[in-house]
């Protein structure tokens, strides 16, 4: 496989599939969510909007949330499976954890010549991409509470 393929395969697998299904990886409404966001920003409007409704900023920031933990669970996952598996090339281990964290199957034949402590990182890789998000970010909503204050907001500079 080319470079430029395995590079648009990784990308398509961190997205993964629609919500509520069994695939992993980010999920295409997050990502719509992420572009809605970032358009509204452009555009220079108040609320992220589509089809005549308001997307609410906690979903905004769920989505962020979910893009962070997946970047951070890849990135992880690849740089330790660099140091454990140093015969591979960079793009091949990064196939592989982003392959792994999306529950997609697809490999590069790497997996069995793996160390053992590389494939136990890919099911764990496995198990974040498939339950990890959610389940952290349903621990976190359910642990909200109301304020009875609010502090003052303050504008910072971003960029």
Do not use: C, W
């Amino acid at each position: 496989m080319e470079n430029s393929s395995k590079l648009v395969t990784i990308i398509l697998m961190f997205i993964g599939g629609s919500p509520a299904s069994t695939a992993g990886g980010i999920k295409t409404s997050t990502l719509a969510i992420l572009i809605l966001a970032v358009r509204t920003l452009i555009v220079g409007k108040e609320n992220v909007e589509i089809f005549g409704r308001r997307i609410s900023y906690r979903a905004v920031n769920k989505s962020l949330a979910v893009v962070f933990i997946g970047l951070f669970v890849v990135i992880s996952g690849t740089m330790i499976l660099s140091l454990t598996e140093p015969a591979q090339d960079f793009l091949t281990i990064l196939f592989e954890t982003v392959s792994a964290f999306g529950t997609v199957g697809l490999s590069l034949g790497m997996t069995s010549s793996m160390s053992n402590i590389g494939k136990i990182l890919i099911i764990f890789t496995m198990f974040i991409g498939r339950v990890g998000s959610l389940t952290i970010l349903l621990a976190l909503a359910s642990n909200e509470k109301k304020s009875l204050y609010n502090y003052p907001e303050e504008k910072v500079i971003v960029g």
